[in-house]
């Protein structure tokens, strides 16, 4: 029943490793986002696809890469990974770019040791 | 640049009463959309409210209401009959329909005590 779902829940890693974060929706949603949240619980949102092709990518670095195989799926790849990538990160979906409602993920809390 | 300021990062409220969380933002644009969300200790986000920023008419969502002042640029949450379940942390956020950007406030803990 569970609309968004991300996996993992806790991900700690070392420094310089690459990991993977998934997101599933089961919405039938034609846009899925990743946002990161940080110590401060400030939310910037990182990438947006609609129908497979990236629409929003903000000024993230790009050891950030989201990859989609279909739909319902839009997985966050970090490579190198670095001790400020530590912070939430949550997947969402809405039906239409941005302007409809945007469900959320459970989020996934990202410690770099 | 587009910005959205929530000014009060704390506040609390007894159950049954009603609180008032302030949001302020700054758009060069006329198509844009304003959002409320709601991230409950479970971390799950949460949509609360939304306005078209080309309704006169103030969204309302149950307990949950808006004062949209457009000239003013402010976008208040107005929570009715507080409930414990209504502890979280709250986000504003404004979305430019022409740029294609999305911008969320800093957010407000908000705490209903008992």
């Known amino acids: 029943d569970t609309a968004v779902s991300q996996t993992p829940k806790y991900l700690v890693t070392q420094m310089g490793n690459d990991k993977s974060i998934k997101c599933e929706q089961n919405?039938?949603?034609?846009?899925m986002y990743w946002y990161k949240q940080d110590s401060k619980k400030f939310l910037k949102i990182m990438f947006s696809y609609n129908n497979k092709e990236l629409i929003i990518n903000e000024t993230v670095p790009n050891r950030f890469s989201p990859k989609s195989p279909d739909k319902a799926h839009l997985n966050l790849h970090i490579n190198s990974l670095e001790l400020g990538d530590s912070a939430v990160y949550f997947c969402?979906?809405?039906?239409?770019?941005?302007?409809?409602?945007?469900?959320f993920g459970p989020g996934t809390r990202l410690t770099v040791l | 640049a587009q910005t959205v300021t929530q000014s009060q990062p704390e506040m609390s409220v007894q159950e049954a009463e009603t609180v008032t969380l302030s949001c302020t933002y700054d758009?060069?644009?006329?198509?844009?959309?304003l959002f409320w969300y709601k991230q409950p200790p479970s971390r799950q986000m949460i949509l609360v409210i939304r306005?078209?920023?080309?309704?006169?008419q103030n969204a309302t969502e149950n307990r949950f209401s808006v004062n949209f002042q457009k000239a003013a640029k402010s976008f208040s949450l107005k929570i009715s009959d507080s409930q414990l379940g209504d502890t979280a942390m709250y986000f504003c956020a404004c979305y430019q329909g022409g740029s294609e950007k999305l911008v969320f406030g800093k957010g407000t803990k908000l705490t209903v005590n008992p």
């Open positions: 758009t060069s644009e006329n198509n844009y959309y």
């Open positions: 969402a979906s809405s039906p239409q770019l941005l302007t409809d409602t945007q469900y």
């Open positions: 919405l039938g949603h034609d846009t």
């Open positions: 306005q078209e920023a080309y309704k006169q």
